[in-house]
């Protein structure tokens, strides 16, 4: 008993210390001194490798969510008769829930492992040494500029992705279905609204962003170097960033949403 | 080759104290005291496992020592600011195992790295020197290719001439001559001897490779069982009678350094 309890102190404090230098490593990264010159141009060519390069998988998987959501939606409304609300019904769950969290699931897998791998990788080959020792903090030359990255492209990337779910779920539901074109787009109109549902939905797409993005810098940034150490954090970047959307999903819906 | 006959007495380029060192639980040094000449190469020796790159670490300020001081050039590296650190270390050089080119950059704007990130050199400026630290390693004509392209000892000389690009005034050279053919070995070795004479600079030399690397060094620091075991010329160390290093100098395997790790005997395990 002794023991388990221990164990129980044990593992709290070293999830708190690893907290604490993940905090530390992001807070060097973002206010170290730093050339904002150059520090703009390597930020922007990140959001080319974790944003531009992100959009084809949030592009098909927003339209097939938008797809199935019509067609669900659609059997489901039907029952009662009013399929014509088929479009306030995809547009919210888009917008409020699936949109920031789908696209913030599969921001983890397709760009928060690349980024882990990435950063170790220059770890385990001695690039990220061999920049401090040229002078240049590899927080503020590697880290930094990922980060900012992902905290810039998520939420756009979340945008695209309930643009195009919508979409998905007009061509279900008017156009094969056969519900009224324009109530499918009026009702969506009529029904959501831009601070209650919009603005939140990117609130959370923001933090959700922080989220990843932070833990798959600092799982790259503090891994073992070597072959086993680079799959573990890769590995953890994906658990840990899909357990902290979900979780953080329900806490800030609870908080956004609650007190209907 | 010429050697520096003199027993080095002049003042110290970096200073090393009383050095305690752990990593994890293992004692990597216990109250290490050295120094690194000015302007000469030093050869830091030892067996395996002793920490020689650790001291290259320490010295650059990548590690910070549990108690005593590590100063290069009369500045305490461990109680540096973030920022000051970084001063400092444009004004050493150092050469990883790996070489550790930037993989994204081309021969180039590897070379140019330091520049463009220290300098305010336009570009014509920093093609020339980039092109003239590349021919003095004999790699001017791979200044296009991608570091991939390059064989690894192609690497490390990249590497080098990175290393001196912003012209340091020291240059620690970590496992140098490891994995390279004879040739290659012999270019640079005489690369450190020519790099030392011709710019002055204080030049630190960890190696497995014993008997190259003390034919081009002026001081040789030898680490063994967690602290200095020698200290001084490479004559001294030749004719010195210290069984261990005596042992280094001859390979034997048994001797003060002991071939097997720790460990209970042998009829305790079995049994």
């Known amino acids: 008993m002794m023991n388990w309890i221990a164990g129980v102190g044990r593992s709290t404090l070293s999830q708190l210390s690893d907290l604490g230098r993940a905090t530390l490593i992001l807070m060097q990264a973002i206010f170290g001194r730093s050339n904002v010159g150059v520090h703009w141009r390597l930020t922007i060519d990140q959001i080319h490798v974790v944003g531009v390069l992100s959009l084809s998988i949030i592009i098909v998987s927003g339209l097939f969510i938008g797809m199935v959501l019509g067609l669900q939606g659609y059997t489901i409304l039907t029952d009662y008769g009013s399929e014509q609300a088929l479009g306030q019904m995809v547009a919210l769950s888009l917008t409020r829930e699936l949109g920031p969290v789908v696209t913030a699931l599969l921001f983890a897998g397709r760009a928060g492992s690349a980024l882990t791998a990435e950063i170790g990788l220059m770890k385990a080959t001695e690039q990220l040494a061999s920049l401090e020792m040229i002078g240049v903090d590899p927080l503020r030359r590697v880290v930094a500029p990922r980060f900012w990255a992902g905290v810039i492209s998520l939420p756009i990337l979340s945008l695209i992705f309930v643009s195009v779910g919508c979409l998905g779920g007009a061509l279900v539901g008017v156009s094969w279905l056969g519900v009224d074109s324009g109530s499918f787009w009026a009702n969506m109109q009529a029904s959501v609204d831009f601070s209650d549902d919009v603005f939140n939905g990117m609130i959370k797409s923001v933090v959700f962003a922080v989220v990843v993005t932070w833990i798959a810098v600092y799982q790259g940034y503090d891994l073992v170097p070597t072959s086993e150490g680079i799959a573990r954090a890769t590995t953890k970047t994906v658990v840990y960033s899909s357990l902290a959307v979900l979780g953080l999903d329900f806490f800030l819906t609870a908080v956004m949403f609650g007190e209907v | ?271």
Do not use: W
Request: glycine share 8%; proline share 5%.
């Open chain 2, 1 to 271: 080759m010429k050697r520096n006959q003199s027993i080095v007495t002049t003042e110290a380029f970096v200073e090393i104290r009383d050095v305690v060192f752990r990593r994890d639980q293992r004692v990597i040094y216990d109250g290490l005291t050295a120094s690194v000449p000015r302007g000469k190469i030093t050869a830091i020796v030892g067996p395996s496992g002793t920490g020689k790159t650790t001291l290259l670490r320490l010295i650059g300020g990548q590690l910070k020592p549990e108690a005593g001081d590590v100063c290069v050039d009369g500045l305490s590296v461990q109680s540096l600011k973030r920022a000051a650190l970084f001063d400092l270390r444009k004004r050493m050089g150092m050469l990883f195992q790996s070489g550790a080119l930037f993989a994204e950059l081309s021969v180039f704007e590897n070379v140019a790295f330091p520049l463009r990130v220290h300098t305010n050199l336009d570009d014509d400026l920093i093609r020339l020197v980039v092109l003239m630290k590349l021919e003095a390693v004999g790699l001017r004509g791979a200044v296009d290719l991608m570091p991939s392209e390059l064989s690894g000892g192609m690497q490390r000389r990249v590497a080098l001439a990175r290393a001196i690009a912003l012209d340091p005034e020291m240059i620690m050279y970590d496992e140098p001559f490891v994995g390279q053919d004879p040739i290659g070995l012999g270019v640079l070795l005489s690369l450190v001897k020519q790099l030392n004479q011709a710019l002055g600079l204080t030049s630190l030399v960890v190696s497995h490779d014993l008997q190259e690397t003390l034919s081009i060094a002026d001081h040789v620091i030898m680490i063994a069982n967690n602290r200095v075991a020698f200290q001084g010329s490479p004559d001294v160390m030749q004719a010195s009678d210290d069984p261990l290093v005596q042992q280094f100098l001859h390979g034997s395997p048994d001797g003060p350094v002991r071939f097997h790790f720790p460990a209970p005997s042998l009829e305790d395990s079995v049994s």
